[in-house]
């Protein structure tokens, strides 16, 4: 529980730092290496996870999250 207030947390930061600069959200993080979306695409193991809905402070609603984990080995 204390990762998902954590990831909760950063999350909600980024968003209204970003629209407090009148930015787009996560506009300047790259995407990930080739590998890593070949990992992710290739890979038959999933995590089910409960989408788990929160606020931004202020009252502000956040975009929905959702969020897709799969497991897969380094090749």
Request: aromatic share 8%; hydrophobic share 45%; charged share 20%.
């Amino acid at each position: 529980m204390a990762l998902q207030y954590e990831l909760q947390r950063v999350i909600a930061s980024h968003l209204c730092i970003a629209a407090k600069l009148n930015r787009r959200p996560f506009e300047n993080i790259p995407p990930a290496p080739q590998k890593f979306w070949d990992m992710f695409t290739s890979s038959n193991d999933h995590v089910n996870v409960d989408i788990v809905p929160f606020r931004v402070p202020g009252g502000a609603n956040a975009p929905e999250v959702i969020s897709q984990l799969r497991v897969a080995e380094a090749a």
